[in-house]
Structures are given as C-alpha cells and as structure tokens.
C-alpha cells in the first residue's frame, strides 16, 4: 500500500527566505516520488522526480528536494522565495513498476509569499 | 514540450445532459488520465487509460465513462450530469509502463452543472 502526507496545508514565507515544505510518504516497493506545482487556473507541472539515483534532485526554478528513506521523506525546498513562486504543491508518490493508476497524490501545500 | 490540450477551459450544462471533455497529447504517449480535483479532496483519479480500447477504473468512476479510440485522444464522458459533478477536471499523459514517468497535465476545464 502508498501513502503521502503533506504536512502542512498552507505555508507562508517572506520574499527572499527560504521555503520548505514538507512530505512524507509510504511505500511497499521501491517509490518513485514528484513534487508538482499548480499555479492559479492551470494545470499541474513537474517540478522534479526521484526514481532511486541520486537522493538529492534538483528541479527547476531554483527547487530541489531530498529523499531520505529512514525518515521516509521527500521535502521540498527552495533556499531564496520569489513572489512568482506563490503556487499550490503537490508531493506525489507511485510504486515505481506498479501500475500508473497507482499514482498517489497529496492533499497539497499553498504557498504564499509575503513581500 | 509535451503538449496535453484540453477543448474547453470552461464548461457550464445542465442537469441530466450529456457531457464530453475532450483531451489530446501529441507526444505518443501510452498513458492517459482523467481527475477531478475539489478544494479540499485534493487529485482524485477517475479514469485511467493504458493503450487504445484499454481502460481502468480509478478511485471515483461513478457517473463517468471514458473513450480512447485514437492514442492521442482521451475523453471523458458524463452521462447525466449532475450538480455533484461540479468540479475541476484535468486530464494527463505520460510514458507507458509503469507510475515512475511524469505526467504532463492540460490546464483543466472548470465545469459547472446548474
């Protein structure tokens, strides 16, 4: 069975600091995990993917995020906010060679940034 | 760029009427979707497409039935609408195999049923 837990439904930072926004996921295969973005009256873009490589991904637009398996985790983070990164996140976590209608989504995280 | 392109951004019906959304990715891929999304509910899958002909039920098939007659083509299809079906629906694509590729998402239609 998967899981992901987004843990926070709503963060707020100050233009310039740095964005965390946290996930947790359970998996009973080797996962495969995104983080996507959806900005107002669009659809969902990836940001970045882990499929087992390397465990620190980078993504576009400045955003990476690390898989920790002890801690079953995959955060998402950013180390300096801008104003056009005010978006709602998706952590999305898959079975990696199960079936795509396995796909898991989070509840999402909103993204606010102050200026 | 994978395009996945929705035919309508916003869509208003009324009860009991027939409704199609129709979706295309022009980027061959095998995988097709079809969600809702609610505030609150998050992403729900409602359909899910393999191959051409080839159909899943996702988590929420009820009062939907979908439609893969050419690769590129995925259509959803409400049979009676109904005020419940109010939502937020999007449509993705991705490689075939299995949940480790990406998916490419339309910008949504907003469908409202009166």
């Known amino acids: 069975a998967q899981s992901v837990t987004q843990l926070d439904s709503h963060v707020s930072v100050s233009e310039g600091t740095p964005v965390l926004l946290r996930c947790n996921y359970s998996?009973?295969?080797?996962?495969?995990l995104f983080w996507y973005v959806q900005h107002p009256n669009k659809g969902l873009q990836l940001l970045l993917k882990?499929?087992?490589?390397?465990?620190l991904v980078k993504g576009i637009n400045g955003f990476e995020a690390e898989f920790k398996k002890s801690e079953t985790s995959f955060h998402l983070t950013k180390p300096s906010a801008h104003m056009s990164d005010a978006a709602e996140y998706f952590c999305?976590?898959?079975?990696?060679?199960?079936?795509?209608?396995?796909?898991?989504f989070g509840s999402g995280t909103r993204l606010s940034i102050r200026p | 760029d994978v395009k996945v392109t929705q035919s309508s951004r916003y869509l208003v019906k009324r009860t009991g009427e027939k409704v199609f959304l129709e979706c295309v990715q022009d980027?061959?891929?095998?995988?097709m979707f079809w969600y809702r999304q609610d505030p609150g509910l998050g992403l729900r899958l409602i359909y899910f497409?393999?191959?051409?002909?080839?159909?899943e039920k996702g988590d929420i098939p009820e009062g939907y039935s979908v439609s893969r007659e050419k690769k590129e083509r995925f259509s959803l299809i409400l049979e009676s609408a109904s005020t419940n079906q109010t939502s937020m629906y999007l449509c993705?694509?991705?490689?075939?195999?299995?949940?480790?590729?990406?998916?490419?998402f339309g910008d949504g239609t907003r469908l409202s049923i009166l």
């Open positions: 993705a694509s991705s490689l075939g195999g299995g949940g480790n590729q990406p998916q490419h």
């Open positions: 998996s009973s295969y080797s996962p495969s």
């Open positions: 882990y499929t087992s490589a390397a465990t």
């Open positions: 999305v976590v898959s079975g990696g060679r199960s079936s795509a209608s396995k796909i898991i």
């Open positions: 980027m061959d891929h095998e995988n």
């Open positions: 497409s393999y191959d051409v002909k080839m159909k």
